[in-house]
């Protein structure tokens, strides 16, 4: 066993028995590498990353790939959920270099840490012929190497100063971002742009915002028409819930099969939406799914959410997820498999084959390809079967069963800070929608595991696992954790969550907050061998923790009443304006608080003995109410949120105050009122 063994990373143990030196991310494998003059293999993955098992099977487990690394470099593994900011880095210098990245990423570092050369995935001989020229090129050319290392640090640093550069921001990147994404709309099977696709949440529900406030059909087409396609498609778990991360093809049929937490909250979040727009029973029993596979399968006893599953199992991908024919004539009788075969296409060979190449590769790392057999999926149905429907509930009922014995992939269990927030606001934002007391409970358990078991002298910390909490939290932890406290208390009215809200924001602004430059830096800049200090605001699979604050901070700031921190989200907005307004599709979440910032919006205080029932009359909690805040008038938090003071009830009536910028209107108990008002005022 390597030095690997020592860590609570799923990933980094996996290598625990690589012959391969490995030495996690940290100052005894710089200082080795300066004291023996040998540059640093990096290599970044993640517990459930495939081809990250098909590298390690490939490589990082042979002895003749094991002995250069060991004899050449300093071998270094790094787990990019644990450590976001050494990912950052590497991920931007590899793109810069090739234009591409992605994971398993590898680089070569010089012993001070800067990339002079990376890439992805390499099948074996290629690798070999690669570390081969690699520590060629280091003992014949180091100076050449180093000045090159320079030169790439030099330009990240100059990439990162242009996006600093301050501009007066407007409402054109929204209109730009709906161009963009109605340009690349498949209206044939529904998302953006060909294969492979991934599930574009963020993208949905800014489009949701942009399409009310331009009263646009096109963008509403486009937001049902991909929510329909991902809901009918392979992507979605149709037995045990959820989504996977992704699909290889363009019709949302065969998906890359892992499942991440992130995926799930972000899309529960854009299907509530979807079903506050619509009123379909379709994206209710999404929703509904989704998060009974969360609590059932991803939710720690002690409350927390694990991270995700593999999409291995058997050292086959996909293998729990599929079913052949001969198995289902085993599980249904023939009565039952012509009801089901009525619900999913499903075919004797087979509905989809694995890419030669790809199987060439996964053989060649010991793993195996599933052979003759089906994804479920519905998509030439003309509408979602759903659990509501007795007969189609016990088929899929009798399919759990049979996959409950079935070798369950890999789960990655650490608790990532950043992804519990997305999915405790998920839940919350759930119940209020949907009124599933059951949500709102699990979200409050995993807020109060992560406040209290992941924090450490007041600060939040990143991860937890097998009762240990490591690193100091990074800005989209401190950003995801405010965002799902945010809805909490919105789903609750419970005066603690709002606290603990405006707490974190307050710790976020003295850790990472640039006083000279303005926006937040990505970490807190306490570990030297990170050589940057970014500021992330571009959004990919999560959103970014400068685009997703913004958004909080605009909350926030409503219900607080507080104009210098939304002079924080202002700042944000101009530091990116220039970049907003040339490529408006990289920004989904920061177009959810430009789009906020650009119209009016409401804080709704509720005088209520009962405000949480109240918030339930119909229309109200369903209602797409995307430019207002709802609170509780509270005296408990008046210090925090001067609004909520001197509002009663008046001899027991619930009263509705309707409040802009802290001024409020006479209050009302005409619940009708309130509800038209929110709908039909204008937000430009």
């Given at each position: 066993m390597n030095r690997l063994s020592q860590e609570i990373s799923p990933y980094l143990l996996q290598h625990a028995h690589n012959p391969v030196d490995w030495y996690p991310w940290g100052e005894e494998a710089f200082a080795r590498a300066r004291q023996e003059n040998k540059p640093i293999f990096l290599s970044i993955g993640y517990a459930t990353c495939h081809w990250c098992h098909v590298m390690e099977g490939d490589s990082f487990e042979k002895e003749d790939v094991a002995a250069i690394l060991n004899q050449y470099f300093v071998p270094v593994k790094v787990d990019r959920e644990e450590r976001p900011d050494v990912d950052a880095i590497y991920m931007r210098a590899v793109q810069a270099m090739n234009q591409r990245g992605g994971w398993p990423l590898s680089a070569a570092l010089?012993?001070?840490?800067?990339?002079?050369?990376?890439?992805?995935?390499?099948?074996?001989?290629?690798?070999?012929?690669?570390?081969?020229?690699?520590?060629?090129?280091?003992?014949?050319?180091?100076?050449?190497?180093?000045?090159s290392a320079f030169e790439l640090m030099e330009h990240l640093k100059m990439v990162e100063d242009e996006v600093s550069q301050e501009k007066d921001f407007d409402t054109r990147p929204l209109k730009g971002f709906l161009e963009r994404e109605l340009k690349a709309y498949d209206p044939e099977w529904g998302g953006f742009g060909s294969a492979p696709k991934f599930p574009p949440a963020m993208a949905l529900m800014a489009l949701l915002r942009i399409a009310r406030n331009e009263d646009d059909e096109?963008?509403?087409?486009?937001?049902?028409?991909t929510l329909d396609g991902m809901a009918r498609g392979g992507m979605r778990d149709h037995v045990g819930g959820g989504f996977h991360r992704y699909s290889v093809d363009a019709t949302w049929l065969v998906p890359h099969f892992e499942k991440m937490l992130y995926d799930n909250a972000l899309l529960t979040l854009a299907y509530a939406e979807g079903y506050q727009i619509t009123r379909s029973d379709d994206y209710r029993d999404v929703v509904a799914t989704t998060l009974y596979y969360v609590m059932h399968d991803m939710q720690s006893p002690e409350g927390g959410y694990y991270s995700a599953e593999d999409a291995d199992s058997e050292k086959t991908e996909g293998k729990f997820y599929v079913w052949s024919m001969d198995e289902l004539k085993q599980i249904f009788n023939p009565e039952e498999l012509e009801q089901f075969r009525g619900y999913f296409e499903v075919k004797d060979e087979g509905n989809f084959h694995v890419d030669q190449r790809v199987e060439e590769l996964e053989q060649a790392a010991g793993l195996k390809a599933v052979q003759r057999a089906n994804i479920l999926h519905q998509q030439k149905r003309p509408r979602l079967a759903t659990m509501a429907d007795p007969i189609y509930r016990d088929l899929i009922e009798k399919l759990q069963k049979v996959r409950e014995k079935r070798v369950r992939p890999l789960r990655d269990d650490k608790v990532l800070a950043a992804w519990n927030g997305l999915m405790i606001g998920a839940m919350a934002k759930a119940h209020k929608v949907f009124g599933e007391i059951a949500w709102l409970q699990s979200a409050q358990r995993a807020a109060d595991f992560v406040l209290t078991r992941m924090r450490k002298d007041g600060r939040l910390q990143r991860s937890h696992r097998a009762g240990q909490t490591r690193f100091n939290a990074y800005l989209e932890d401190y950003a995801g954790m405010i965002f799902g406290l945010i809805e909490l208390y919105e789903a609750s009215f419970d005066a603690k969550w709002l606290r603990a809200a405006i707490e974190l924001q307050n710790k976020q602004d003295e850790l990472f907050w640039d006083e000279l430059g303005g926006a937040y830096f990505d970490h807190d800049g306490e570990d030297g061998t990170v050589l940057l200090r970014g500021k992330d605001f571009l959004d990919n699979a999560t959103p970014?923790?400068?685009?997703?604050?913004?958004?909080?901070?605009?909350?926030?700031?409503?219900?607080?009443?507080?104009?210098e921190r939304e002079a924080k989200a202002e700042q944000i907005l101009r530091k990116t304006a220039d970049l907003m307004q040339r490529f408006p599709g990289s920004f989904p979440m920061l177009m959810l608080a430009l789009d906020w910032i650009s119209g009016q919006?409401?804080?709704?205080?509720?005088?209520?003995?009962?405000?949480?029932?109240?918030?339930?009359?119909?229309?109200?909690?369903?209602?797409?109410?995307?430019?207002?805040?709802?609170?509780?008038?509270?005296?408990?938090?008046?210090?925090?949120?001067?609004?909520?003071?001197?509002?009663?009830?008046?001899?027991?009536?619930?009263?509705?105050?309707?409040?802009?910028?802290?001024?409020?209107?006479q209050p009302t108990d005409d619940a009708e009122l309130v509800r038209s008002m929110l709908r039909d005022s204008p937000t430009r």
């Open positions: 010089t012993p001070e840490g800067k990339p002079f050369w990376g890439g992805t995935f390499f099948p074996r001989e290629q690798f070999k012929q690669i570390l081969g020229r690699l520590a060629e090129v280091w003992k014949n050319k180091q100076q050449d190497i180093e000045d096109r963008a509403r087409e486009a937001v049902i028409g970014a923790g400068n685009s997703l604050s913004a958004w909080n901070i605009l909350r926030l700031s409503a219900m607080s009443g507080s104009l919006h409401w804080e709704v205080v509720i005088a209520s003995e009962h405000p949480e029932k109240d918030l339930r009359w119909p229309e109200l909690s369903p209602a797409f109410t995307p430019h207002a805040v709802f609170l509780k008038a509270d005296e408990s938090l008046a210090d925090l949120c001067p609004n909520l003071s001197g509002k009663d009830t008046r001899g027991g009536r619930t009263l509705y105050y309707l409040c802009e910028k802290g001024s409020c209107q």
